[in-house]
């Protein structure tokens, strides 16, 4: 593990194009609950009865319960030692498949959601776009143009990631250098193609994972520990 580390440190510092690609685990020590394993957030709840947009169609007010309830906790969350690493690195670019814009709460400045973001409304009517940092005024909410229903701004079962986000992840992920794949299992795609896709042109990449992941095959080196501790050491090193 040590000489890993010297290795992984050695690849990070020399990296010209680096990214980084996230799941979950990036914001487990933040106190927010991956979606699998032992706690995940799919144990508890059922996907297709709240992630879905047949879910909302049958039952806003339940699809929004939950929502909220995962808003409120990430408003009382704040980015740990792993967020504060990678938003200090030089020249990288994030690619994350979460939800809760820590990332940017620690200060990182290009962040591509491939799974939108829990702070975004949209409305199904006339598709206007609005941040609410704050606890919603009512629930389930509407929209302050045209009256019609909010929806979650994130990516449900079923739809497709927004485009424009994932072409710029894609065009991302083929010119990178090297790319820190932290706290992922790679279990869904498109998303987890990225980590393939780098490899496949070339990039040396990393990955921070206390357990191994379906991406471990394709990455140069594993390293097994947590994101608050492995980011702020091989980040910050130097
Ligand atoms: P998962 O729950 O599938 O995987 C979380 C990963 O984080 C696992 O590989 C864990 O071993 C690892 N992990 C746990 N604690 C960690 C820590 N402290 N540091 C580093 N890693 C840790 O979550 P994701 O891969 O993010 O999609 O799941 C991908 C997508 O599945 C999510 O974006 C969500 C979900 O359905 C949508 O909502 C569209």
């Known amino acids: 593990m040590h000489y890993q580390l010297d290795e992984a440190i050695a690849h990070i510092e020399a990296a010209q194009r680096p990214v980084s690609f996230s799941g979950s685990g990036l914001s487990a020590e933040s106190g927010i609950p991956t979606f699998r394993g032992q706690d995940g957030l799919w144990k508890n709840y059922r996907a297709e009865e709240l992630a879905t947009n047949e879910a909302f169609q049958r039952d806003p007010a339940l699809v929004w319960e939950w929502y909220e309830m995962r808003l409120r906790s990430c408003r009382h969350c704040e980015p740990n030692a792993g967020h504060r690493a990678l938003a200090g690195w030089e020249g990288a670019v994030h690619i994350t498949q979460n939800v809760d814009n820590l990332l940017e709460r620690a200060g990182a400045e290009t962040v591509h959601h491939l799974h939108g973001e829990l702070c975004l409304l949209r409305c199904v009517g006339c598709g206007r776009e609005r941040y609410e940092y704050e606890e919603l005024a009512s629930l389930p909410p509407r929209c302050l143009a045209c009256g019609e229903l909010e929806r979650p701004g994130v990516v ?83």
């Open 156 to 238: 449900w079962f079923g739809e497709p990631l927004p485009h424009a986000v994932w072409m710029e992840a894609e065009k991302a992920a083929r010119a990178c250098d090297l790319m820190l794949v932290v706290g992922t299992s790679g279990a869904v795609w498109p998303a987890a193609g990225l980590v393939p896709l780098a490899a496949q042109t070339g990039a040396v990449v990393i990955e921070v994972n206390p357990e191994p992941s379906e991406v471990s095959s394709a990455c140069t080196i594993s390293l097994r520990g947590t994101a608050a501790d492995l980011l702020a050491e091989v980040l910050l090193s130097g």
